[in-house]
Antibody, heavy 122, light 106 residues
């Protein structure tokens, strides 16, 4: 069955960096676009970034552009999010999510991980 | 960016009720809209995509309609398992979500 498992969250000081990982299994990872979506405590969902199935395109929300980098390793079935210059407002549960349609950038999500919590605080 | 305004933010209803949640887009999104259900401590779950297509294994009491700038999610007869928070999400451009609707028991 399809599984997405995030890791790498934790407590970090403002201005520092963190790298999140999302290990996937149960499907042909290299055929699917992947996203990061976050949810601040008690708040709604906010899209963060997308990477095309082949890594050819990457796009970011304005709130993280220039600070976050999405990447993938198709040989390891793993998605990453490098987060630099972290701010208090980046505090959230970070989910990785899979696009429903293979090899076609339709940006809605049929599988989600359980999330990894990032807390930015001094 | 396309803004999604979802209402109501909270909805009180009883088992067996028919309920409707609406999302209004700041510009036309065609039918490029998904609906998700989220329960506390859980990841969102896809219910509907392309405005009206029911995801696999989702009960038929859930339905979606509308297009362009006004789209709705309807639950025809509420069941106890349906009390949760619902989000719309457009994908005509980069994804944006509505603010959510908390469906609570009256």
């Amino acid at each position: 069955q399809v599984q997405l498992v995030e890791s790498g969250g934790g407590v970090v000081q403002p201005g520092r960096s963190l790298r999140l990982s999302c290990v996937t299994s149960g499907f042909t990872y290299s055929n699917y676009g992947m996203h990061w979506v976050r949810q601040a405590p008690g708040k709604g969902l906010e899209w963060v970034a997308v990477i095309w199935f082949d890594g050819s395109n990457k796009y970011y929300a304005d709130s993280v552009k220039g600070r976050f980098t999405i990447s993938r390793d198709n040989s390891k079935n793993t998605l990453y999010l490098q987060m630099n210059s972290l701010r208090a407002e980046d505090t959230a549960l970070y989910y990785c999510a899979r696009e429903k349609t293979p090899k076609t950038p339709t940006h809605y999500f049929d599988y989600w991980g359980q999330g990894t919590l990032v807390t930015v605080s001094s | 960016d396309i803004q999604m305004t979802q209402f109501p933010s909270t909805l009180s209803a009883s088992v067996g009720d028919r309920v409707t949640i609406t999302c209004r887009a700041s510009q036309s999104i065609g039918s490029w809209l998904a609906w998700y259900q989220q329960k506390p401590g859980k990841a969102p779950k896809l219910l509907i995509y392309e405005a009206s297509n029911l995801e696999s294994d989702i009960p038929s009491r859930f339905s979606g309609s509308g297009s362009e700038t006004e789209l709705t999610l309807t639950i025809s007869s509420l069941q106890p398992d349906d009390f949760a928070t619902y989000y719309c999400q457009q994908y005509n451009g980069y994804p944006t979500f509505g603010q959510g609707t908390k469906l609570e028991m009256k």
